[in-house]
């Protein structure tokens, strides 16, 4: 059972998040299939989910016919899990205790959180930019957003017709932090992807964000061709 703040989820419902948790995205054909149910019984359960906006739908393009949805989880169908981000508090936690007292001195709450998010962005860039792989920009976008993925740090992976990817997240603790009105995207992300992806990375605007997506970034295939290769160990 699946549980947080009093709301409860239980059974297929609780599987069908579970899914979502380690794929991101899901059609109703691959739950069906993983579950062993019906897709008529599949869609009566994502409904339900739909309507308390644990899960978001979209579109997919490039379909002939009956329009394809695809399914992803929600920043509130996260929060139902409670280790989601255990281990990115755990990152932060270090570098918060690792911190000297000269860097804190004369920062605000707001920039000492700047700066604690910055460190744990170097970080696991120098950890995870060697491990990425695939030398095409799709290649390693995928494989940099499975890693990050396994920290918390959730991205979804569209192309456009131009052939950049679009990283698109839905929760992100730097969020916590702007306040109303501020830019719709962490530069702290965007610093971390560019470094692990080995090439440019542009934060998308909020009006050209799909669908309930908070933060977003373009990565162009021709900046990527450009890019010398990202640093390796030794």
Not at 32 to 39: H, P
Not at 94 to 121: C, P
Not at 188 to 213: N, T, Y
Request: charged content about 25%; some cysteine; aromatic content about 6%.
């Amino acid at each position: 059972m699946t549980t947080t703040g009093g709301a409860r989820v239980e059974g297929t419902r609780e599987a069908i998040l579970d899914i979502l948790r380690r794929r991101r995205v899901v059609s109703v054909a691959e739950f069906a299939r993983e579950l062993g149910l019906a897709g008529a019984t599949v869609r009566r359960h994502l409904d339900v989910l739909l309507r308390d906006r644990y899960v978001a739908v979209t579109q997919v393009r490039g379909y002939i016919g009956r329009p394809r949805y695809a399914f992803s989880l929600t920043e509130l169908g996260a929060e139902l899990f409670p280790h989601h981000y255990v281990r990115l508090t755990h990152r932060l936690l270090d570098e918060i205790v690792a911190l000297q007292a000269g860097e804190m001195a004369g920062r605000d709450g707001a920039a000492v959180a700047g700066l604690v998010f910055d460190k744990m962005a170097e970080r696991l860039a120098r950890e995870y930019g060697p491990r990425v792989a695939g030398t095409a920009l799709q290649e390693r976008a995928r494989s940099a957003a499975d890693l990050l993925a396994g920290e918390g740090l959730g991205f979804e992976l569209e192309v456009d017709g131009g052939g950049d990817v679009l990283l698109l997240g839905r929760g992100c603790p730097c969020l916590r932090f702007s306040r109303e009105g501020h830019a719709f995207s962490c530069d702290h992300d965007r610093r971390l992807l560019e470094r692990v992806i080995g090439a440019e990375v542009v934060a998308l605007p909020r009006a050209e964000l799909p669908g309930d997506f908070l933060c977003g970034y373009r990565v162009s295939r021709s900046a990527a061709e450009s890019a010398p290769p990202a640093p390796r160990a030794g």
